[in-house]
């Protein structure tokens, strides 16, 4: 599983930092040693609460040779379709 923390830092102050969003890429286990199949799940925060995670999707047949950067580049440029529509 590769986990991507997205955490805001006002004005660099380590002390008021705070988690945005969590994004977990989960590999699913039905790929095959080339083509990996991944379950997207995504958490966000506000200043108080969890919010609940209602974005989830999968990725399927990735080829795994492109390395982990561009399967991280595949899922924030959904989550940017999803989120700017």
């Not at 102050?13 to 080339?34: H, K, M």
């Not at 083509?35 to 989830?56: C, L, S, T």
Request: aromatic share 12%; with cysteine.
């Amino acid at each position: 599983m590769l986990r991507i923390t997205i955490e805001i830092v006002p004005f660099g102050n380590e002390e008021e930092q705070r988690i945005l969003s969590i994004i977990n890429i989960i590999n699913d286990g039905t790929g095959s040693p080339r083509y990996g199949n991944y379950k997207v799940k995504r958490i966000n925060f506000n200043k108080e609460n969890q919010f609940p995670a209602n974005d989830e999707f999968e990725i399927k047949k990735y080829n795994r040779y492109d390395g982990y950067l561009k399967l991280i580049q595949k899922v924030i440029n959904k989550f940017v379709r999803l989120d700017c529509g």
